[in-house]
Each structure stands twice: as structure tokens, then as C-alpha cells.
């Protein structure tokens, strides 16, 4: 039985990853900013923020993978346990190729996103190779130094580049700035949205059948946003019927803990995958964590019991 990775190197990856390309899953800069290629931004204090979340998800499927199959296969754990953060990065990387229909996914995503604000009348721009990571994933494994760290240089651009009202594109991004970043940065003042707080999608009439709504815990639970959430989903004209376990009772889709232990995150994420799958072969979901974890087990399970999962923004402007 191969000895599974060490969790202190794991974390060393994922530092040397955000050194090397500001980011702990290593993508580099050129693809976080990718999506926004041909799209119209204005000169505002008002931003649109991705977080990176949406774009490192495709690169944190393979990682998850490979962190599975080094708890199977010896080799696997040998190439992350390698001397030398960096070098175990470098190794990584190497081993870790996204998948680039997904890649494309992540773009459209946020596209959809800022093109609904500009349709809501929200001027707004984007910080591009500037935008920094809001150190999120660092917060949720107990490095708090790291996290700290991040917070205050991302404030600090921030304050340089003239922003006073960040609109997020996820849950996760928007707690670490509304509810961490208080307590861990002296002065922050910033204006801080989520999407569904400050925009109404255009009824989509291409939307067909019918879908279960999963909450994301910390959307629902931790932002208390389960009530946008749904007017949301209200505005779009989508039929959605509640799966066991909504709204802040909600279910966990396996996130963010599956590179600390993707097995049981798996294992949760086929539980919660079941759980929709009774109410409906189809699934919204408004986080892309979310949307990879849940993902992935609907697509490996056998066919009778396969869900097909949407996030928010894909169906805002569906077909």
C-alpha cells in the first residue's frame, strides 16, 4: 500500500505555484486573463473580480486526480515528495494538463458574467494581469500567514489602481472579501457584491426541462444569498425543484477539501450527486467549485444515474 502524500508537501506546491504564477494550482498568468480577450471594459472604480476560481478549475480537476492516484501508486506520491517545493511544483505542472474544453467553459462563464452586468447598466473594469488572488484556498487549509499575506498586497492594488466596488463572479471570493478581509486588513472599505446581488438576468426561453437547484454552502449558509440565488434563477424563467437538503441545510458538493483528501470528497460529491439526480437528470449550481466537483461524479457515474450540471451564469444566456 503506497504511503499517501505529505500534506506538508502538498502545501509547499501550492505555495510555490502562487509565488511562481499567483495562483496555487500554477495556471499561468496569460490563461487566467484569457476570457477577457474582445471584451468592452470602461474606465471605473467599479470591477469585476473572477478570483481565478473559474479558470484554476480545469488544472484542479487533473491535480485532484493526480492526488488520488498517488494514494494508489507509489510513483505518483515519489514525484510530489520530491526535495524542493519548487521542484515538486515543476513536477507537478508537468504531470497536470487541463482540459481545454473546460478552459473554454471558464471563459464563456466569464464572459457571460461580465456581459450581464453591462446589460444591467454596470459600467465596470477588470484588473487583468493585475487582478491578484484573494488567497482564499490558503484560508480554508489553516494558512492563515499566507492568507494574510495575500489579502494585504491584493488591498493594497486595490487602493493603487482606484477600485471602490468589487463585484464577484463566486461565493468563495465574495466571503473572503466581505467577511475575512475586515478582519485581517485595517482600513478595507470596499464595496463588495456578488453578481446576483446587483444584476437581473433577461428571461431565457431556450432553457427547456427541469433542474435541481444545489446551494453552495457558502453562498447559502455562510453569505445568506439562497433567497438571490433563486430570484435569480426566477428571473431566467428556469423550472427547479429542491433537492433533500437546500437552501442553508444545503448539502456539501466535496469542495474546497479534495486536494487535502479527494477520496472523500469524492465520496461526498457522489452522495450529493445521488441526492439531485432523485429530484432531476439536470443541475444549477452558482459556484465553480461547485460546478467541477458535482460535475465530475455526474459524469462518471453509470448512465441511469448521470447528471448533467449547469452553473448560473451558463444559462443566463443559454442556447
Known sequence: MPDPINRVQLFKILRENQRRNGN???????????????????????????????????????????????????????????IGS???????????????????????ILRNASKLLIQNGIDHSYLADDEPYSGILFYDLGLLDQFSDLASSAVKIFKERGVRRIITVDPHSTYAFRELYPKFVEGFDFEVKHYMEVATPMKNDKIKGTFAIHDPCVLSRHLSLGE???KYI??????????????????????????LAPAVSSSIA??????????SKKAVVACPICLSNLGRCGNISSQDKSIEVFDALELTYYG
Open 86 to 108: 519548487k521542484t515538486a511544483s515543476t513536477l507537478a505542472s508537468k504531470l497536470v494538463k487541463e482540459d481545454k474544453d473546460k478552459s473554454e467553459r471558464a471563459k464563456r
Open 270 to 279: 457522489n452522495i450529493r450527486c445521488s441526492q439531485l439526480r432523485d429530484k
Open 228 to 230: 438571490a440565488y433563486r
Open 234 to 259: 426566477d428571473a431566467l424563467g428556469v423550472d427547479y425543484v429542491e433537492p433533500e437538503r437546500s437552501g442553508k441545510m444545503t448539502f456539501c458538493c466535496g469542495g474546497p477539501v479534495e486536494s
Open 24 to 82: 496555487p494550482m500554477g495556471v499561468e498568468p496569460e490563461v487566467l486573463v484569457d476570457w477577457s480577450k474582445d471584451q468592452r471594459f470602461y474606465s471605473s472604480s467599479t470591477i469585476i473580480y473572477t478570483g481565478s476560481l473559474y479558470q484554476m478549475m480545469p488544472k484542479a480537476e487533473k491535480f485532484v486526480d493526480l492526488m488520488l492516484k498517488s494514494e494508489m501508486d507509489s510513483r505518483y506520491s515519489l514525484a510530489l515528495r520530491m
